[in-house]
């Protein structure tokens, strides 16, 4: 029997991996499109599809102007306070702290706005670093963003594993040659995942801990 691999280093996805944001996203997209584009409905259920990519490339794939990045970065600000920690996120990121596991936040958005929205929810003193898709070369699924917080922590892909709730999480983590693991308690379509062959599927935050370094679950 093959034993359980102990990572001493995770990197996260941020948007429904470690905070519910999925309602403040609907409510900045439907004001940035009807602002820049007009009436309509807003095409969220599409934009959700896009999910872990930077907000720009999101834009060029589904043929909508780019002014809308401002508008739905400056509604996200004001809506901020509604974001949510899904529970038990700060047990395990306290846990992983205790068992000196390095962690990384590897987010389709930019660097300021994730700090920004992790400051918020009380989460970014549990984090060793955190990158933005406008902090590299090329964003997800290319490897860049996973290879930049596996740098900055001093860490080899060997050692390390990708936390992720989308298709294109699974991707980077894996050319960037880490294992790599489903977040199936947010809101995303557990199908696809699977159907990308993680290493690892998690039901729960803290079923990590079974994957790390002295982090055996509790």
């Known amino acids: 029997m093959t034993a359980q691999p102990e ?3 995770v990197v996260f996805d941020l948007d429904g991996v470690l905070i519910d944001s999925f309602a403040v996203m609907r409510k900045a997209f439907a004001l940035a499109y009807r602002e820049v ?15 872990g990519r930077y907000f720009p490339d999101i834009m060029r794939l589904m043929n909508l102007p780019p002014r809308m990045e ?8 004001r809506l901020v ?11 395990l990121l306290k846990r992983l702290r205790e068992c000196d596991v390095r962690t990384a936040i590897a987010t389709g958005k930019s660097g300021a ?12 003193p549990l984090l060793d670093t955190v990158v933005g898709s ?35 999480d699974i991707r980077s983590g894996r050319a960037a040659a880490t294992a790599t693991a489903a977040a199936l308690w947010g809101e995303t ?10 290493d690892f599927v ?17």
């Open 7 to 9: 990572f001493g280093t």
């Open 37 to 51: 584009v007009g009436e309509g409905e807003p095409p969220f259920e599409e934009y959700r599809t896009h999910q």
């Open 70 to 77: 401002q508008p739905f970065v400056e509604a996200s600000h």
């Open 81 to 91: 306070a509604e974001v949510e920690v899904y529970p038990d996120v700060p047990l």
């Open 113 to 124: 706005r994730a700090r920004t929205v992790l400051e918020v929810v009380g989460l970014l």
């Open 134 to 168: 406008d902090e590299v070369p090329r964003p997800k699924p290319a490897p860049d963003i996973v290879r930049e917080a596996l740098h900055r922590l001093g860490a080899g892909p060997d050692d390390a594993v990708m936390v992720g709730d989308a298709v294109i």
């Open 189 to 198: 379509a557990p199908g696809p995942l699977r159907a990308e062959r993680p």
């Open 202 to 218: 998690l039901e729960r935050p803290t079923d990590l801990l079974a994957l790390v370094s002295g982090g055996e679950a509790r």
